[in-house]
T-cell receptor, first 114, second 114 residues
Framework: DSGVTQTPKHLITATGQRVTLRCSPR?????VYWYQQSLDQGLQFLIQ???????AKGNILERFSAQQFPDLHSELNLSSLELGDSALYFC?????????????FGPGTRLLVL | AQSVTQPDIHITVSEGASLELRCNYS??????LFWYVQSPGQGLQLLLK??????LVQGIKGFEAEFKRSQSSFNLRKPSVHWSDAAEYFC????????????FGGGTRVLVKP
């Protein structure tokens, strides 16, 4: 158990819908990362937050947005969902968000868009 | 831009035999290198990481990796594989210049024969 929690574990929804994925980092970690793992794209970095502020951005679609709240939990919002958005979405956390730090991954949220 | 290649998609190894997983990276400066393992239905767990210093890095679960700058490689090894090592293994590279994000390889799935 990494100490990072993600809810829900599974999500099934329809095209065009909007969903919110939630992540609680390890106690004491200030930085949160979001990754997408799909069969065709592999594991891709989406976005990083540090203490409520966006720090780094990867291949995140405009239909996707994220935020980190004052209590340090983070939410990833996916809207206008398409079939290709079906994937496993991971959240990870680290203490200060430095590249040399270990990122601790949550168990993921599996999203299926029908 | 940084990139990671894991040439082997699948590897089958007998229990007790040695294992070597290949990883080649592309990055202009000294990279930060990581190996993660993903067991079925689980998140990613860090096995080991390299930032500087001794090019042979020891990790958890009896794994080690060697950084070879001349070959742009960071291969993962284990002298004797256990059935519980069956999983998918990901090599990743990070860089401050790239905004602290991790770029992952496509992964190598390891199957362990009894």
């Amino acid at each position: 158990d990494s100490g990072v929690t993600q809810t829900p574990k599974h999500l099934i929804t329809a095209t065009g819908q909007r969903v919110t994925l939630r992540c609680s980092p390890r106690s004491g970690d200030l930085s949160v990362y979001w990754y997408q793992q799909s069969l065709d794209q592999g594991l891709q970095f989406l976005i990083q937050y540090y203490n409520g502020e966006e720090r780094a951005k990867g291949n995140i679609l405009e239909r996707f947005s994220a935020q980190q709240f004052p209590d340090l939990h983070s939410e990833l919002n996916l809207s206008s969902l398409e079939l290709g958005d079906s994937a496993l979405y991971f959240c990870a956390s680290s203490v200060l968000g430095g590249i040399q730090e270990t990122q601790y991954f949550g168990p993921g949220t599996r999203l299926l868009v029908l | 831009a940084q990139s990671v290649t894991q040439p082997d998609i699948h590897i089958t190894v007998s229990e007790g035999a040695s294992l070597e997983l290949r990883c080649n990276y592309s990055y202009g400066a000294t990279p930060y290198l990581f190996w993660y393992v993903q067991s079925p239905g689980q998140g990613l767990q860090l096995l080991l990481k390299y930032f500087s210093g001794d090019t042979l890095v020891q990790g958890i679960k009896g794994f080690e990796a060697e950084f070879k700058r001349s070959q742009s490689s960071f291969n993962l090894r284990k002298p004797s594989v256990h059935w519980s090592d069956a999983a998918e293994y990901f090599c990743a590279v990070g860089a401050r210049a790239a905004g602290n994000k991790l770029t992952f390889g496509g992964g190598t799935r390891v199957l362990v024969k009894p």
